[in-house]
């Protein structure tokens, strides 16, 4: 080590005169090398400056840790730290500054040393069996801190990457995920506290299994789901308007991985909070501030599971229970739920066969899609060929589009309990969720997804048909019944309003109906949407029998 020593001496005298110098105590270097270690106080600097690296300690700790930060952010901003776990400790006082030494070592790769100068506290392990002065440590623009084998300058090889051991920070190309061949997985776990780098019990990472999602544990339990990937983003994560981004999704054999990319010129980060928050922000020049511009889990309804099974957590009604059962189940406990605990989840309503009998499906609109991990996805399946697909399988529970770019495309089914469904006021995706006969007739009748001012409309339309067609009508045919023999079969009534909600999202038409443009209803369906042929909605009589109001909903 001796010799090491009287090297970064000179290194220090050498490098006294450049011009970059944050602070009069510290000295800026391009790159470490064999014999050119670094020492506590200097910082290695990207070739724009944007990142620099060195020793720094959190504020209220002493121990010192090598990390890497925004250069040009007044307030340090740590993005990445090498030995979290093992921090440079001071021993007889309480200053460690100064004994710290970052090297390149042939024996690791990339080392650190404390005050023992022969043991490392943290080392990259990487197995060097080339001569080792042919390698490298620079700090990429990105914030990548790589170890380069160089071949006489001819080419390079990246041995080991900072990048490749992410801890509570995703800077711009930076990947999460799996690589498939070195077994590398990249995700984010939290500091154990504002003081201490070390690794915390909250982790962010992706599941690929099923269709891929990304998910906040802490310890090995989900706490949040940002959702199935859907294209550019995460289904429960708002779509981001105002920041100008790329995302880049890969999924081969190779590896499995997310990355987002973005002018160099925007600094940018998201951060996985010590109390389990993920936060994105930017940094605005102006302010002198990080920006957020989102964060999550936030509401209550962020909580995995929050409502249990086969339920929907909406937390728009204010002062309400946010959890509510899919259409089609009702709460497993009665009790639980009236006491507003929702984490037993709900039941299939009981009674009703749900297969091959005239069963369909109810969207419910703008939700976080059920935990996909054991989800099916078929990207080559049509829309409409999605549906069918489902309703032919017994075991298929829901459907939604796979990928929601270009209007979207692609199937994914749901065969199992629906899991951690969430509402949202302006975001998240269509589920279509499979339904008996009865529940979708009376979804159909009730409301559906429309508004107020479009059950005005068919109000005014009805009461207007009413008085136009079958007040004459009946009036004519009342005068002709009395001619002539009556005619009436009040059990097959015949509706002839046209509903393009019937025709999307439910199988009760049969081929022969569907190309005519009087669609047949069965039984159950007009039973319920006339609430049981009930006196309120029957409007008269006609030729064919009775004539029932039924308001159907797209
Ligand atoms: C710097 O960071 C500390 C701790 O996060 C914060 O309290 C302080 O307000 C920040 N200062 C500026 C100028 O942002
Ligand atoms: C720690 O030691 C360094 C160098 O010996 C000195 O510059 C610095 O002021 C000391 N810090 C504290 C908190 O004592
Ligand atoms: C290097 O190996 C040691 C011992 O196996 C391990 O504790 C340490 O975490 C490894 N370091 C890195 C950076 O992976
Ligand atoms: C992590 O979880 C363990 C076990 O629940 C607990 O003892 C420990 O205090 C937690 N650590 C932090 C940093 O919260
Ligand atoms: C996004 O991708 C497009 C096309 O690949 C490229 O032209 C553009 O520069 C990228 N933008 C960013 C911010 O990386
Ligand atoms: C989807 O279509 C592509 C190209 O047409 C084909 O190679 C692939 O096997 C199909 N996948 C499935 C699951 O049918
Ligand atoms: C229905 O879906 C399940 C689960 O994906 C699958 O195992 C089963 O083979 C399917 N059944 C039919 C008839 O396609
Ligand atoms: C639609 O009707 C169902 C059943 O009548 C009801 O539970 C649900 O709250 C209604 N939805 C809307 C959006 O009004």
């Keep these: 080590m001796n010799s090491t020593t009287k090297c970064f001496a000179m290194n220090i005298i050498l490098l006294n005169f450049l011009p970059i110098l944050p602070s009069s105590t510290s000295i800026a270097i391009g790159s470490i090398k064999p014999n050119q270690p670094m020492r506590d106080g200097d910082v290695l600097l990207s070739s724009t400056k944007i990142f620099a690296l060195g020793f720094f300690r959190p504020a209220n700790s002493h121990n010192r840790y090598v990390g890497v930060w925004y250069n040009k952010v007044p307030n340090q901003t740590i993005v990445w730290v090498a030995n979290r776990d093992n921090p440079i400790i001071p021993v007889t006082d309480n200053n460690a500054s100064g004994v710290g030494l970052l090297a390149v070592h042939g024996n690791g790769g990339l080392v650190i040393y404390g005050k023992d100068q022969n043991t490392p506290l943290w080392s990259a392990n990487v197995s060097v069996s080339s001569p080792y002065n042919s390698m490298t440590a620079k700090l990429l623009d990105t914030g990548n801190l790589v170890l ?25 190309f930076m990947k ?22 070390g690794i915390g019990n909250w982790s962010y990472r992706i599941d690929p299994s099923g269709v891929p999602q990304a998910f906040l544990y802490k310890g090995q339990a989900p706490r949040w789901r940002a959702g199935s990937w859907i294209g550019e983003r995460w289904s429960g994560v708002p779509k981001v308007t105002n920041v100008i981004y790329n995302v880049s999704f890969v999924n081969n054999q190779d590896e499995f991985s997310i990355m987002y990319m973005m002018s160099e010129s925007i600094f940018s980060r998201i951060v996985l909070g010590e109390s389990g928050t993920i936060v994105p922000s930017i940094w605005h020049d102006q302010g002198q501030q990080w920006v957020k511009y989102w964060s999550a889990p936030e509401e209550e309804c962020d909580e995995y599971g929050k409502c249990g099974v086969n339920s929907n957590c909406d937390s728009s009604n204010m002062g309400e229970f946010e959890c509510t059962c899919l259409p089609g189940y009702e709460p497993k406990s009665p009790r639980d739920w009236y006491l507003r605990d929702g984490s037993g989840g709900c039941v299939r309503k009981s009674g009703v066969s749900i297969c091959g009998n005239g069963d369909g499906f109810v969207k419910v609109a703008r939700v976080k899609v059920p935990d996909s991990s054991k989800a099916r996805v078929n990207m080559n399946l049509s829309w409409k060929a999605c549906q069918q697909e489902c309703l032919r399988n017994c075991s298929c529970k829901a459907y939604a589009k796979a990928d929601e770019r270009w209007g979207g495309f692609g199937c994914v089914t749901w065969h199992g309990d629906l899991m951690d469904t969430r509402a949202f006021s302006n975001a998240g995706q269509d589920l279509y969720v499979r339904v008996d006969a009865i529940v979708l007739a009376k979804y159909a009748k009730s409301n559906g997804s429309l508004s107020k001012k479009g059950k005005l409309a068919i109000s005014l339309v009805s009461v207007l048909v009413f008085l136009l067609l079958v007040v004459p009508i009946s009036y004519w045919l009342v005068r002709r019944k009395r001619k002539g023999k009556q005619r009436q079969n009040k059990y097959s009534p015949r509706v002839t309003t046209r509903s393009t909600y019937f025709e999307d999202s439910t199988a009760e038409l049969d081929e022969s109906s569907m190309h005519s443009d009087i669609p047949f209803f069965d039984l159950t369906t007009i039973a319920a949407a006339t609430d049981n042929f009930s006196l309120a909605n029957k409007l008269g009589k006609g030729g064919f029998g009775s004539v029932y109001k039924v308001v159907v909903f797209e």
């Design 148 to 172: 380069l084998e160089e071949d006489n300058g001819l080419s390079q090889r990246v041995l080991w990457q900072g990048f490749d051991h992410p801890t509570n920070t995703i800077l711009p």
């Design 176 to 197: 999460l995920g799996l690589d498939r061949r070195s077994k590398l997985n990249w995700f984010l776990t939290s500091w154990k506290s504002q003081d201490d780098p």
